[in-house]
């Protein structure tokens, strides 16, 4: 459970500088350069992450269950992450309706996923992991918001509804590769074991 706990903190915290210590962030992009910066960046996010994905595993085998949704949740969980994924393949591509409108569409991406997993599961570590995420999410949200109060950030400019468009027919598509196979391949839990 400590490797977990450890990878869960260095992998968000990393991903909050810009939002808890900002002055840290940019001393480190002065100090370092952008390019370097970001690769260093990328790097520790591997590792991070690498960490957080061994430690989850691990944890999985010494904790137990908090509760037990109900089945009926799981198809809750299926409509929410098709909407997640929609919403995060809109973040990616120029600013359609769903990307202006959500000011923050990968953030809000996260936030569907974390709440849509904390819907389906109760295992002890899968709470932590998904409250950890969601809870990242609040804040970079807040933080975003209070950014753009003071004009260091932008909303993206809306570009074109036919971004939307693009962005729900990639979605259906990845959502559809997740459920068939992608989930069970790379989790090991099929989705349609859900429910």
């Not at 002055?23 to 520790?44: E, I, Q």
């Not at 959500?102 to 709470?127: C, R, Y």
């Not at 790379?186 to 989705?191: A, M, N, Q, S």
Request: with cysteine.
């Amino acid at each position: 459970m400590l490797v977990f706990l450890l990878g869960l903190v260095l992998f968000l915290g990393l991903h909050l500088l810009q939002a808890i210590a900002p002055g840290v962030r940019d001393a480190a992009v002065a100090s370092l350069g952008r390019p370097t910066y970001r690769a260093v960046h990328s790097l520790l996010s591997i590792a991070t992450l690498c960490l957080l994905i061994y430690g989850f595993g691990q944890a999985r085998l010494e904790t137990g269950v908090l509760y037990y949704p109900p089945v009926f949740f799981s198809h809750i969980t299926l409509t929410l992450m098709l909407i997640a994924v929609i919403v995060l393949v809109s973040s990616f591509l120029p600013a359609g309706y769903i990307a202006a409108k959500t000011k923050h569409p990968m953030v809000t991406s996260v936030k569907i996923w974390a709440l849509a997993h904390l819907l389906a599961n109760g295992e002890t570590v899968q709470v932590i992991l998904f409250a950890a995420f969601l809870a990242w999410a609040v804040i970079v949200r807040i933080s975003y918001k209070k950014r753009m109060a003071r004009g260091e950030a932008l909303p993206r400019p809306y570009k074109s509804w036919t971004y939307d468009i693009a962005a729900v027919a990639i979605g259906l598509v990845v959502y559809g590769a997740i459920v068939m196979k992608l989930h069970a391949l790379l989790i090991g839990v099929p989705v349609m074991a859900m429910g």
